[in-house]
């Protein structure tokens, strides 16, 4: 993407209505200190009853305005011993007052020997004031026309239609995803609105995902983390919507507010599905084991053409370097009659 037009969307970003909204984030890094042989719950469970104790002693039980999310990590993460785990904690309608005591409360938890007996905080940075501008320069420059990638890394909810596959989204459904829960967080109606735009969404290529946990709140029932993840791709385009993706990648997007549900990453280059499984190997050995079966003469013309005898190791090894480098050149298509 040039200079001038990766201004020329920030531009755009400033002058877009998300542009207004303000909210506040904190980072913290515990280390998981203590691991219990009993202990099943998911780590996102654990960091996720953390969060509404802190949030319970500043009198306020149920608040869905503080979120989190574990920095990169997957919904299949597990919990290791002493390993570090990067928070990023998210704050919707609270003022500076309430922001400090949180954050110290938070750190007089962790430190408490009950409470806190299974982490440490390695780091916690102050808070920081979170706008639009501030998540698109870390996000990076994102061109809004033709195609855009966002892969989900931990389940994302939403109602599915009856007569669609469980894995299907449809643009409406998807957009409301966004201005339902922004509007939650932020107390307010936010809507989507655009002249310009016009993209389709491409749900081919993730999956559905159920994690059960055990409840804390409610002992002897589960709960599930459940929802789609992989890559949904968004084709055509998206200028006014782009803030909707740039917000959403960093306080998700989703009716679930808990358990860092609807955590994605938005990349800057749209990712070919296939381009981590092809070409692999395996699968090329495969094939030529398979066209060698198939066709009598393949082994002859091969021997030929590549040495004698025929390695198909090497072969396979010849041809993945001539796809990778762009050098790769089919032969073409014979032509025969059948009498």
Known sequence: ???????????????????????????????????????????????????????????NGEDSSVIFHIKDRKHTCKMQLMEKLPLEIFF????????????????????????GKNFDIVEIAPMEERNLEKAAAETGPISAN????????????????????RTFIDKQTFIAAFTSRFSRLFGKPINYESKDDDFDILSYYWNYTEIKHASKSQ???????????????????????????????????GSKASNAQGYYHLHLQSVGHFTKYFPNKKVIVSIIHDVLDR??????????????????????????????????????????LIK
């Not at 033709?146 to 596959?165: S, V």
């Not at 590549?306 to 298509?333: C, S, V």
């Open 295 to 336: 066709y009598d003469h393949a082994l002859e013309s091969l021997s030929v053409s590549d040495k004698f005898p025929f390695k198909e190791d090497e072969y396979a090894d010849t041809l993945i370097r001539q796809i990778l480098t762009g050098d790769y050149t089919p032969a073409p298509n014979t032509a025969f």
């Open 92 to 115: 919707f309608q609270k003022d500076e007052r309430y922001l400090a005591e949180w954050r110290q409360c938070f750190q007089d938890y962790i430190h408490d020997e009950i409470t």
């Open 219 to 253: 002992p002897g029932t589960h709960q599930l983390i459940n929802g789609c993840f992989g890559r949904l791709y968004l084709k055509g385009r998206f200028h006014d919507f782009l803030p909707f993706l740039i917000l959403g990648g960093e306080f998700h997007t």
């Open 1 to 59: 993407m040039s200079c001038v037009l990766a201004i020329k969307i920030m531009q755009n970003l400033k002058q877009h209505p998300l542009s207004a909204l303000i909210w506040h984030r904190l980072r913290v890094t515990l280390r998981n200190v203590r691991i219990s042989p009993a202990q099943r719950a998911h780590p996102f469970s654990i960091i996720q009853a953390i969060i509404k104790d802190v949030t319970a002693k500043m009198g």
């Open 146 to 165: 033709e195609e855009i990638c966002l892969e989900f890394i931990t389940p994302f909810p939403f109602k599915r239609r009856p007569d669609k596959h």
